[in-house]
């Protein structure tokens, strides 16, 4: 392939894997219009969210299966031709359930998209230059996210909710056509002899099942929910009765039995707990800005700008650190410490802080996924043999899915947990007994009194003063438990790095294709 021809194959798919990212986070900031235009409520609406990351994380396991099955041009064409016509349907659905069935089949065409997408640029750099396209891809990786919020509040401000999706049509096609003239298949073809449909089931069944409950169970209020039970019963009895089969059938559809790898467990775990950080944080930050600290989705957008292209940095001194010998495991701790920091800093938060310190407290948040994302499937595939590798990163990218979900799950639980406590906690120094409480409500009554309002309508009004500090101070200390919380689980699963080789057994580990997301 001449150099333009590479050179023009990396950006089609690296722009490909970009359009599906951003499309993981641009409809955040448009469900209320959502709802609000298709006359849902806005709980409903929020299944848009949730029907994507559902396909997402049961395709993504699958990758290696049906790019053997299909062949990886027509399967990555097909999913691009799939993702396009979703988006056209979305911008165009009538009612909410449409929207969220379109979403759902958008979401299993864009599972391709990352995964292949990174095949396809390690496979184009020699050896010596692996870390380079752990860089290139590292970049879209980590932008697509984040620059997801800042368009999407443009696009609503400026324009209506479809041209979310339908910016995607000119993206898609043009990356469909260069795919068509361009990509080729692999060196190394494998060879399915059989399809393991039931398997295929259980892993729909399943993980479908647990991603469902994980997204939806803060909202139904967990086990007073009748279909938050059976689904959860589903889920168990489906990847109970996947993994055994998995591990029993000669031909599986997720070959587990590369989990024996004690590299890849341990890298699985620490993915997973990544994952959590990764979206959880990206989760509460947003949120704490504009409900608290009064930000608009803009401003909360350009916030997170300078640490995108802080990262920029970070992935390319990752990838040459790599390039150079430098162990995966170090540069992992590094991330974890940085994360770890970024916690610590983010629970020291007041009602006075601004943009800006918040800006530079997501710089180490940046820097901490730029040293994660890449080295965890390096670290996650160093033992495995090279014909295992693609379904070990795929294994390795559902982890992450996984985490993400459960973290923003768990976060929210904990939240409201949280509240109610402090809430608690701070209304029992409300009382006639505490001489500043007493205080601070007749400073109100008369301030209001002032203002022309009679005493009794001015006394309410000094209450309902009192009552929204509470509230807000109350939910200002819940998300600052949550950093704590989310900051203590890598404090606590970073020494399982102690127990990873140090060395990887796989010689070839540097020809590898990573599929990783």
């Not at 395709?59 to 979703?86: E, K, Q």
Request: net charge positive; charged share 10%; proline share 4%.
């Amino acid at each position: 392939m001449s150099s333009l021809k590479r050179t023009l194959l990396i950006i089609t798919v690296l722009m490909a894997a970009v359009m599906e990212l951003i499309d993981t986070t641009i409809v955040n900031v448009a469900l209320s219009h959502m709802s609000g235009n298709l006359g849902a409520t806005l709980e409903d609406t929020t299944w848009v969210v949730t029907a994507y990351a559902i396909a997402n994380v049961i395709i993504i396991p699958m990758t290696s299966f049906l790019t053997a099955m299909f062949g990886r041009r027509n399967y990555y064409i097909g999913s691009i031709i799939i993702f396009v016509f979703c988006s056209i349907m979305c911008g165009g659905a009538p009612d909410i359930w449409t929207l969220v069935a379109f979403r759902f089949l958008q979401g299993l065409g864009g599972g391709a998209l990352l995964s292949v997408s990174q095949a396809v640029i390690f496979e184009l750099f020699p050896k010596e230059k692996q870390g380079v396209a752990s860089a290139i891809f590292g970049i879209g990786v980590f932008i697509g996210p984040t620059i997801g919020p800042t368009m999407g509040g443009l696009i609503i401000d400026n324009y209506n909710w479809p041209l979310i999706f339908y910016i995607n049509i000119p993206i898609g096609i043009a990356a469909a056509v260069s795919c068509y003239f361009l990509l080729t298949e692999p060196l190394i073809k494998p060879k399915i002899n059989k399809v393991d449909w039931l398997g295929i089931i259980l892993l729909a069944v399943g993980i479908g099942s647990l991603q469902t409950v994980l997204e939806r169970g803060q909202t139904e209020d967990w086990f007073a929910t009748g279909y938050i039970i059976v689904l959860t019963v589903t889920a168990i009895a489906a990847l109970t009765a996947f993994i055994l089969w998995e591990l029993h059938v000669a031909h599986p559809v997720v070959n587990l039995r590369v989990f024996k790898s004690r590299s890849l467990s341990i890298a699985a775990i620490l993915t997973f707990i990544t994952g959590i950080g990764m979206f959880t944080s990206v989760f509460i930050t947003p949120v704490l800005a504009q409900r608290l600290l009064g930000f608009t989705p803009t401003e909360t957008g350009l916030m997170l700008l300078p640490s995108a292209v802080i990262a920029i940095f970070a992935l390319i001194a990752s990838g040459k650190l790599m390039a150079k010998g430098v162990s995966p495991i170090l540069i992992v701790v590094l991330g974890f410490v940085c994360f770890i920091y970024f916690n610590w800093s983010m629970a020291g938060i007041n009602f006075g802080i601004s943009a800006r310190a918040i800006s530079i407290n997501l710089i180490f948040r940046a820097t901490a996924m730029a040293f994660l994302t890449v080295p965890l499937t390096m670290l996650a595939v160093s033992s495995l043999p090279p014909a295992d590798i693609p379904q070990g990163a795929s294994l390795n990218n559902m982890m992450r899915q996984l985490g993400g979900a459960f973290g923003i799950s768990a976060v929210n639980t904990y939240y409201a947990q949280r509240i109610a406590v402090h809430r608690t906690d701070l209304l029992s120094h409300i009382n006639i007994y505490n001489p500043q409480a007493v205080e601070r409500l007749n400073s109100l009554t008369a301030y209001f009194q002032q203002k022309g309002i009679n005493a009794m309508d001015a006394r309410m009004k000094g209450i309902g003063v009192i009552e929204h500090t509470i509230s807000t101070q109350s939910s200002m200390l819940s998300y600052i438990d949550c950093y704590y919380f989310v900051g203590l689980l890598f404090v606590v699963t970073l020494p399982l790095l102690l127990f990873v080789s140090k060395k990887p057994k796989n010689p070839a580990i540097g020809k590898m294709v990573i599929s990783d997301h």
